[in-house]
């Protein structure tokens, strides 16, 4: 959905950046992904209807 409507994201794999994992599950309180950060939004899981009200599309 975020490559279709052209936004521009940063993707990590937590599962190799330990570091970056740590920093979602203290953002999120969770360990499942994916987990979006959207100007300190954060949204858990690909819920399409949250990340469009989020990002205004």
């Not at 570091?19 to 690909?46: H, N, R, W, Y």
């Amino acid at each position: 959905m975020l490559n279709e409507k052209k936004i521009e994201y940063e993707d990590y794999d937590v599962s190799e950046d330990h570091a970056k994992a740590q920093e979602m599950i203290q953002k999120s309180g969770q360990m499942g992904v994916p987990v979006f950060d959207i100007d300190g939004t954060i949204v858990v899981g690909l819920n399409r209807e949250a990340l469009k009200k989020e990002l205004g599309i």
